[in-house]
């Protein structure tokens, strides 16, 4: 019964993992001096799988994506760097997993997903400056060329993740075995039984 949950776990985080390459490869691009400046776009994906499913999978989607789109070049350590920082903020935000009982409205979809994209801002912001000082540019000239793609892609982190959390959610409802609460768990450790009110039957 294990093999066969934590298969389909698996399955979902390729799903992930595939549309998040697919992402990637399509995402915003920018000359600069130095080099191309690629937006963070495809973190969408796994932010919306750590509000789905927890900060577990969603480091792995991150993680196993970046690595495979920085092989394609579609992406570079650091930006698989903003993919990592990005989702394990969301997970700590979230308190690390959203059990898949509890209710989750479309308004706090919503705000997670504004408040992604200002984390986004912020991140982008601080590694597109790193990644022009590391380069020996003008960190300044770095953070101005990729504004328009950052300005996008926080658009898109509002806009996308919630539509896109609510299906690996409900996708996982449907093939995932309901979770048993705290009531419905069989006790642990030694029972006692009380077995003074029970009368003589003779």
């Not at 308004?107 to 986004?120: H, K």
């Not at 912020?122 to 793609?149: H, S």
């Not at 069989?186 to 003074?196: D, F, M």
């Amino acid at each position: 019964m294990k093999k066969r949950y934590w298969g389909k776990v698996a399955g979902l985080i390729v799903l992930a993992i595939v549309l998040m390459v697919l992402v990637g490869l399509i995402s915003f691009r920018t000359v600069a001096p130095t080099g191309v400046l690629i937006a963070p776009l495809a973190g969408i994906v796994s932010v919306a799988m750590t509000i789905a499913l927890g900060t577990g999978p969603g480091i792995l989607t991150a993680a196993i994506a970046g690595i495979v789109l920085h092989f394609l070049q579609a992406a570079d350590w650091l930006l698989v760097v903003n993919f990592l920082l990005l989702t394990i903020f969301i997970g700590w935000l979230i308190g690390w997993r959203l059990p898949r009982s509890q209710r989750v409205t479309h308004q706090q979809l919503i705000w997670l997903g504004i408040v992604s994209g200002i984390s986004e801002l912020l991140i982008t912001v601080i590694i597109t400056a790193l990644f022009g000082w590391l380069t020996g540019g003008n960190w300044l000239v770095f953070v101005r060329l990729n504004l328009l793609p950052t300005i996008l892609t926080i658009l898109c982190d509002a806009v996308f993740i919630a539509p896109l959390a609510f299906f690996f959610r409900w996708l996982a409802q449907q093939l995932l075995p309901p979770e048993t609460t705290g009531t419905d768990q069989k006790p642990q450790g030694s029972v006692e039984i009380n077995l003074s009110k029970k009368k003589d039957k003779k």
